[in-house]
Structures are given as C-alpha cells and as structure tokens.
C-alpha cells in the first residue's frame, strides 16, 4: 500500500515556539486528516482536508492541503505544555483503493 | 470521548491462546475499522467493515478475523496468539465507507506472554 512520509520523527520545543511538520507521498491524494494521539490513548482527529490549496484552522492549529496534492503540513503556534503527543497524518489516494494511509507519527515533546 | 467505544481496555493472555475484542461505533456510523498499534508503532490498517460487509482488507494475518453485526458493533477475533501480537488494538467509525473521517476508540491493549 501507499507509503506517506511524515517528518521530522520527533521534536523537542520549548513552551511558546511554533511547530511545523509535515507528510509528503508519492502519488496524489484525495484527503488529508491530522490526528494527535496522547500516551495510551486513541488518536484524536485535528483537521480534516478535502480539496488542494485548502488551508484549515483549529484554534493554534493550521493545517494546508499542498497544490500538489501530494503533501500536507501542521502548524502549532505558541505550544503549550498540554501539545505534547504524537502527531499522525493520514491520507486518502484513489490509486490505494481509498484505504486510509497514516504517516509514523510526529513525537512532540514540550519543555516548559 | 469520540463516542466509540472498545471493550476491554487491557487483556492478558498466554501464546496460542484465543481472544475476542470488542467494538461499538458512534451512533449513526455505519463503517468500523480496525487498526494495530505495536510499541512506538505507527497505525497498521487490518480490516474495514460497511454496514455488516467486509469493505477492505490490510495487512491482516490469516490468524485473525473480523465481523460486523447487524447493530452495527465489530469484533475482532484474533487466534493462536504470538508474542508479536502483543499491541494497542483500536477501532475507528465513520459515517460512510468512503472519504470520511474516523474516530477512534481509546483501544485495547492486548499483552501476550
């Protein structure tokens, strides 16, 4: 199945920095979704994208749909302590059956 | 809380056993997927079910299946247990089989010694 790359593999931030990160693939998709995933827990849905050049926002969350529709990007301004997570990406291609594909995750770590 | 629900949070079992996981999606959802977590894993696709039907197969072995029930809640059955199967096991719904977003459930924390 599709492969989606997600970068960097991890990050340590200090509270009040922005983050970005992003998830690139090889073939065009059709979706793009967000999701955090705190310590045990389920992964939680951030922002989900549907059209290419969309830009969504989710309080000091901003996520873009990439014009090439093969790459997506997270931002989080001003981190806060409670951003800690692993951070997933997940996509849709047409050429992958639709089967949601999701990035290895993004391990934020936030010094206060 | 996502509204899905899984059930139990955490199972012990030895290798060969046979367990049974057990999954309720949002009201409305008509599509349960389910996924494996091993340690500082991504998420693995195993199995999409659609309103009782079997609507996409991922990497899932041939010890384990799946089914959906007419009230809509999955089971994920999974048999002569390894210790490689020992894994965070969530299930995610959505409101149709296509491009829609899921919500997933907390998981159940399979630990195979």
């Known amino acids: 199945g599709q492969q989606l790359n997600q970068s960097p593999q991890s990050m340590f931030i200090q509270e009040g920095e922005d983050v970005s990160m992003n998830c690139t693939s090889s073939?065009?998709?059709?979706?793009w979704l967000w999701y955090k995933q705190d310590p045990g827990e389920g992964p939680v849905l951030l922002i989900a994208l549907y059209k290419a050049g969309e830009l969504t926002s989710n309080g000091r969350l901003t996520a873009q749909f990439g014009i090439t529709r093969k790459d997506s990007f997270l931002n989080i301004s001003a981190s806060i302590p409670s951003d800690v997570g692993i951070y997933f990406c997940a996509g849709r291609s047409r050429s992958d059956n639709n089967d949601m594909r999701f990035g290895a995750g993004t391990r934020l770590t936030v010094k206060p | 809380d996502s509204g899905v629900t899984q059930t139990p949070k955490h199972l012990i079992t030895a290798t060969g056993q046979r367990v049974t996981l057990r999954c309720s999606p949002r009201s409305g959802d008509l599509s349960v997927y389910w996924y494996q977590q091993s340690l500082d894993q991504g998420l693995q696709f195993l199995i999409q079910?659609?309103?009782?039907?079997?609507?996409a197969k991922g990497n899932i072995l041939e010890r384990f299946s799946a089914q959906q029930f007419p009230d809509l809640h999955s089971e994920l059955n999974l048999s002569s247990l390894e210790l490689g199967d020992s894994a965070l096991y969530f299930c995610?719904?959505?409101?149709?089989?296509?491009?829609?977003?899921?919500?997933f459930g907390p998981g159940t924390r399979l630990t195979v010694l």
């Open positions: 079910y659609y309103n009782g039907e079997e609507r």
């Open positions: 995610a719904s959505s409101v149709s089989g296509g491009a829609s977003e899921q919500f």
């Open positions: 073939s065009i998709f059709n979706t």
